[in-house]
């Protein structure tokens, strides 16, 4: 239960982090929040033989409007800072309802919003809400800095396309689209434990309130994030029925997830709380499509 | 900043308002460097990956687990441990109500409780029974004690705002 040993660097520029992650590739691991990273090392379930803690560049800790309407964060805003800021409420209330529900208020007072996407864990919210939101993440190297959307950032458990020289430095969020609606939902034994399974659905609808687009991202559903694309396609025309929402949910869940049994649940159990879940999703994010059409 | 060829790091930390200054290593836990180095053994270590709170401290004024934060990465801030409370003469506001109240029973879970308390109050000063209970969501009490913590944090609540 204790980590083994590694040689640690504090940097305290991004230019020096960049060299210090160019310099040593594989061997060193990144050290944001560590609220997923410190448990691994204390089980050893990982052993990095170099850190570098990113804790000491305020300049990546912001939350900022961008001019198209959406927001602009920093990878090293805590969770806490995002919980309590109005600005994400009022242009990213996804974001802000999910919140309160990561880990405890001691974890989100440490934990990162761009840690916990690059440690890419297909359980944790933010990972399938940046999928769900179409937001890209800005990876910045020692050679330049290239952004990759959220839906082609994460690969498999753990894994996303970053090179070991790269670091996520910002996250960008774009506006939801007029007529649209989001949802998310979940099943925890414990509220805040890792949902046994979740979904994010966010949805606009056209000006004779037929759903124009729908996006539905799973949590705790496979390896990463889970796109629902066939369910979002056979919804895309149609009128917000429950029927529609059940063919929706029917597709979703013997086509396009794919859930593991363990202690907590049964694969089949998932798909079955998936199915119930995506038709509640679907119903709450149409409602409050409409509602905001009026 | 890096650590030296013998991998220790010269580490400058402010703990209940004593600056210490020791070398130590960069993989020595800060719940670990507050009760072997430092011999403050009120921070207790239960789970060591983040899910009990009984090893919750104060960094800077904002509780955090001292389980899933290197001593190296204190470096520079101020940490209270539940030993920078109060004193047994004068215990702080929150641990009077926890003994008036009965808010503990074999005490393991109590210092991360109330190091979890005192900014949630300082933030909220008038809670809901809900909202104690959520602020409390990441401490474990084995002793299945809970409705007394709650009601220890009210009656704490109600005389710091009087």
């Not at chain 1, 379930?45 to 570098?52: A, C, D, S, W």
């Not at chain 1, 959406?70 to 600005?87: A, C, I, Y």
């Not at chain 1, 979904?199 to 729908?214: M, N, P, Y």
């Not at chain 2, 200054?21 to 072997?36: C, G, I, K, N």
Request: a negative charge; hydrophobic letters at 40%; proline letters at 7%.
């Amino acid at each position: 239960m204790k980590p083994a040993p590694f040689e640690y660097y504090a940097p305290t520029t991004v230019e020096e982090s960049l060299t210090l992650l160019a310099e040593h590739g594989y061997d060193a691991k990144v050290l944001a929040g560590g609220q997923s990273l410190i448990p691994m090392m204390n089980f050893r379930l990982v052993q990095p033989p170099i850190l570098v803690d990113i804790n000491n560049l305020p300049e990546l800790a912001y939350i900022n409007p961008d001019e198209s309407g959406g927001l602009r964060l920093g990878t090293m805003t805590r969770h806490h800072q995002v919980e309590t800021s109005p600005l994400v409420e009022e242009r990213a209330p996804l974001i802000h309802s999910a919140m309160p529900r990561i880990a405890y208020p001691q974890i989100r007072s440490r934990g990162t919003f761009g840690g916990s996407l690059s440690h890419a864990d297909p359980s944790a919210e933010l990972p399938s809400l940046s999928v769900a939101l179409d937001g890209k993440f800005r990876l910045r190297s020692r050679n330049g800095e290239r952004w990759v959307p959220a839906s082609e950032f994460f690969v498999g458990l753990l894994t996303t396309v970053m090179e070991p020289e790269e670091l996520l430095v910002e996250v960008a969020l774009p506006p939801l689209p007029p007529r649209s609606g989001w949802s998310l939902m979940e099943i925890a034994r414990r509220p805040h434990d890792f949902a046994m399974i979740g979904i994010a659905a966010v949805v606009t609808i056209d000006k004779k309130g037929l759903c124009q687009q729908a996006r539905m991202v799973f949590i705790s559903a496979g390896e990463r994030p889970m796109v629902a694309k066939k369910a979002a396609e056979l919804l895309k025309g149609q009128a917000p029925t429950l029927q529609a929402f059940q063919a929706a949910a029917e597709v979703a869940i013997s086509e396009e997830i794919d859930p593991s049994s363990d202690i907590h649940a049964t694969a089949e159990f998932r798909r079955h709380l998936a199915k119930v879940l995506t038709q509640r999703a679907l119903a709450q994010a149409f409602q409050r499509a409409v509602e905001e059409r009026e | 900043m890096k650590t030296t060829a013998q991998n220790l790091f010269d580490l400058s930390v402010t703990v209940n308002g004593t600056r210490y200054e020791q070398a130590v290593e960069p993989r020595t836990l800060l719940s670990d460097f507050l009760r072997h180095e430092l011999g403050l053994t009120g921070t207790h270590v239960g789970c060591e990956h983040g899910v009990c709170g009984a090893c919750t401290v104060l960094l800077n004024g904002e509780s955090v687990r001292s389980c899933l934060m290197f001593a190296v990465q204190a470096h520079g801030r101020e940490i209270t441990t539940v030993e920078g409370l109060g004193t047994i003469e004068k215990l702080h506001p929150i641990q009077e109500a926890f003994h008036e109240a009965h808010g503990l029973q074999c005490g393991f879970c109590t210092p991360g409780i109330l190091t979890t308390v005192v900014p949630f109050l300082e933030q909220n000063p008038h809670p809901s029974e809900e909202e104690i209970r959520e602020a409390i969501s990441g401490n474990v009490c084995r002793c299945t004690g809970y409705q007394h913590i709650v009601d220890a944090i009210k009656l704490a609540s109600d005389r710091m705002n009087k």
